[in-house]
């Protein structure tokens, strides 16, 4: 896996707060990927900011008393400092409402598309809320499904089935904004003939069966049913506005979220282009060069909009590449002490906030945590005494313990320095040979998205390292053989290095605690460089604990 990488991580809106479930979602698989690539030294756009526009932000201003745009630009700064709190580092967070460049590139690809001859304007029917006094989007419509009968069916998809949905479809719908029935009024829209690309699609997707298979396996059977035009227009005030001055049926009309929020990685792209000291079409290098890797991290309620939808969208405009993968994680419920399992809601405040989090405990346990139990084929929970055992157990215990015990060690029998490596035992070698294999395996788990498990190799050789130092003894052995004693902390400080460097994409600021204990340069970080030797004889930094244990609180909830 080489070359250049457009990663991209869905964007959340920006009217409340994130939590864990976000977090496992897509964006910590996506900084924990890009991390991996820039340690083998890739060249990598990572890219995201929020999603402004559509009826969730206005909803929020309006409970709230202000403008949409002071509720994006609030909840969007909030955002950026919980992803800083957790070092998932963008290289820009911008939002669909940050920037007139968003409004262009959108207005460019409508236009694109009705130009091509993939939008239709069309006279249709729309539930109407006559409390809100407003037309209803796809999704704050909620019912009956029609196809499978079960309660609480959006407007745009069931999640029960997961058919696709058309909201006059759902059997005894209702606002979810008053909670009012809907009626049906007449307007105008503009629809994207998504069914003109059923087969393009279908074999795009039979290429790519390196897919996880929720994601390849749903949206292929998606493309077993009918795909009806899907409006790519919505009558609202708050978003981007249809690009056409000399129609009057565009008066009043924006571009549905769903088809503008996915241009905003391009957008978004142009703007960092330009922040850099370049144009903003120097995006198209990483849009539309082949020799770009398009990566889209998403949660699982997205896979139809950026594995069927924003795909079609590409394939209708014609110039851009399409995405190289989709990893898509299932949803992370949660379980609070005492009670069931239950899935993670912001309105119904079922969540760990990150803000609250990050204000009692150290961001590394956090990550750790959640890739151990990241629900990259199923769904999962998070419990938070889970949290705090693994952190005891496994980080603190294990490899907190031989990377501390190995530091000390050398500050206080070899004068702080890196001692010389003598002969090896046939153990020594053994030691040095397992951990020399240890970035090719790891390396080779991240490339197929299989981040647990890459995780689980990590802290498989820290086990077996502490292993490794209590049959060596090298306390017993300074005091009959200093030679030899120096010889296995001299293998200990290495796999100290090899660790640093593998455990950096998912534990960054343990890894910068080792790496400046190691005295290590960014060169010596390097993956490539994670099994070259330290020099013997260098001055090392003082030791340091890398985890603290955590103590449960004693509530949890809220």
């Not at 340690?39 to 202000?66: M, N």
């Amino acid at each position: 896996m080489t070359g250049r990488f457009t990663v991209t991580a869905a964007l959340p809106y920006s009217n409340g707060r994130l939590h864990v479930g976000h977090m496992a979602g897509c964006y910590l698989p996506a900084d924990t990927f890009v991390r991996y690539l820039r340690s083998r030294g890739e060249e990598v756009a990572f890219i995201c900011g929020s999603d402004d526009y559509g009826v969730p932000v206005s909803l929020t201003a309006r409970k709230e008393g202000r403008t949409p745009r002071e509720v994006a630009d609030f909840y969007r700064a909030e955002q950026k400092r919980d992803f800083d709190g957790l070092g998932i580092e963008f290289d820009i967070y911008s939002g669909t409402s940050a920037t007139e460049l968003h409004t262009e590139r959108s207005q460019q690809i409508f236009l694109s598309l009705l130009e091509n001859g993939f939008l239709e304007k069309r006279s249709c029917e729309q539930l109407y809320d006559p409390e809100a006094q407003m037309f209803l989007p796809d999704r704050y419509v909620e019912g009956i499904c029609p196809f499978c009968d079960t309660g609480g069916a959006r407007g745009d998809q069931c999640e029960a089935c997961g058919k696709l949905l058309e909201p006059r479809l759902l059997i005894r719908p209702l606002s979810v904004i008053t909670g009012a029935e809907p009626e049906m009024r007449r307007t105008v829209h503009w629809h994207f003939k998504l069914s003109e690309f059923k087969d393009r699609l279908r074999e795009w997707i039979e290429s790519h069966d390196e897919w996880r298979p929720m994601v390849r396996n749903f949206s292929l059977g998606l493309l077993e049913q009918d795909l009806p035009a899907r409006a790519i227009t919505r009558d609202l005030q708050w978003g981007v506005p249809v690009p056409l001055p000399d129609d009057p049926d565009a008066e009043g009309k924006v571009l549905y979220v769903w088809f503008d929020a996915p241009i905003g990685y391009v957008s978004f792209t142009a703007q960092w282009c330009r922040e850099q000291g370049g144009e903003a079409e120097d995006y198209t290098r990483w849009w539309k060069d082949p020799d770009s890797k398009i990566i889209h991290f998403i949660g699982e309620d997205n896979v139809v909009f950026h594995a069927v939808v924003w795909p079609a969208v590409l394939m209708g405009e014609g110039t851009f590449q399409l995405p190289d993968n989709i990893p898509a994680n299932c949803f992370l419920n949660i379980q609070f002490p005492g009670k069931e399992e239950e899935k993670m809601s912001t309105s119904r405040g079922t969540a760990i906030w990150i803000k609250d989090y990050l204000e009692r405990y150290q961001p590394d346990p956090l990550r750790y945590y959640l890739t151990m139990v990241a629900p990259e084929r199923q769904r999962t929970a998070f419990n938070f005494e889970d949290l705090a055992r693994r952190n005891n157990e496994e980080l603190v215990a294990a490899l907190g313990n031989f990377v501390h015990r190995n530091m000390t060690f050398a500050d206080r029998y070899f004068d702080g320095r890196a001692p010389r490596r003598g002969d090896l035992s046939q153990q020594d070698q053994e030691q040095l040979d397992m951990i020399a294999g240890l970035p090719q395996k790891v390396g080779c788990l991240m490339e197929d998205y299989r981040f647990k498990d890459a995780l689980h190799e990590v802290m498989a050789a820290a086990r077996l390292s502490n292993k490794y130092f209590d049959h060596r003894q090298p306390w017993a052995l300074r005091k009959v053989d200093m030679e030899t004693c120096g010889s296995v902390i001299n293998v200990c400080l290495n796999t100290v290095k090899t660790l640093a460097v593998v455990m950096a994409p998912f534990l960054p600021f343990a890894a910068r605690k080792a790496a400046a204990m190691l005295r290590a340069g960014e060169d010596e970080m390097r993956w490539s460089a994670a099994a070259e030797p330290l020099p013997e004889g260098r001055e090392l930094g003082e030791p340091e604990i890398l985890f603290e244990k955590m103590e449960l609180p004693e509530q949890q909830e809220g």
